[in-house]
């Protein structure tokens, strides 16, 4: 009589490939899920460099438009570029001003003051400060900061660009 030979896998064996294979499929989860991570957050910084990029562009509108050169020392409606710059401050602190700049297209000086929330397109909030600097009484430079922030899983995210304005031809 003929014995056939049946060969198979045991139990323990095929316990063992179930284990490599689950691990295999947890890890690629894994980096499936940090890849997605890096995208969403690689997506928030590129709008958040959009919306300083194009705020930076209407400032030097602005300045370009009517840079003035006076100081706004409590003017109700300031009428030119550093008179809006210099509206909050005082010459302590080189007449720091903080405006929110949170709808786009920008249609105009906004509110004075940080930003409350994130309403830059429901996650960011947009602020720039001035800060001043003076010959003789004259504005002659204003230093910007625009800080773009938003939310990301739980962490508050940043950009700051760093400008500075002048004008060239001094009274």
């Keep these: ?16 490939f179930i284990v490599i294979l689950s691990i295999f499929f947890i890890m690629a989860a894994s980096v ?19 919306y300083s990029n194009q705020l930076e ?6 300045k370009e438009i009517d840079w ?16 809006s710059a210099t509206g909050q401050g005082n010459s302590g602190d080189n ?14 000086w906004q509110d004075l003051g940080q930003c409350a929330d994130y309403t830059l397109n429901s996650i960011f909030k ?16 204003i230093n910007v900061s625009i ?9 508050d995210r940043s950009i700051s660009t760093n400008t500075v304005f002048t004008v060239l031809e001094q009274p």
């Design 1 to 16: 009589m003929l014995k056939k030979n049946l060969q198979s896998f045991s139990l323990i064996e095929m316990m063992i």
């Design 32 to 50: 499936v899920t940090f890849t997605l991570r890096n995208m969403k957050f690689n997506e928030s910084k590129i709008k958040a460099t959009h």
């Design 57 to 62: 562009e209407w400032l030097r509108t602005q």
């Design 68 to 83: 003035g050169g006076e100081l706004c020392n409590g003017c109700v409606n300031p009428s030119n570029f550093t008179q």
């Design 95 to 108: 007449y720091q001003t903080t405006y929110c700049f949170n709808s786009t297209p920008i249609s105009g």
């Design 126 to 141: 947009r602020e720039v400060v001035f800060t001043s600097q003076f010959i003789s009484g004259y504005v002659n430079q």
């Design 147 to 155: 800080t773009i922030s938003w939310k990301d899983l739980g962490d």
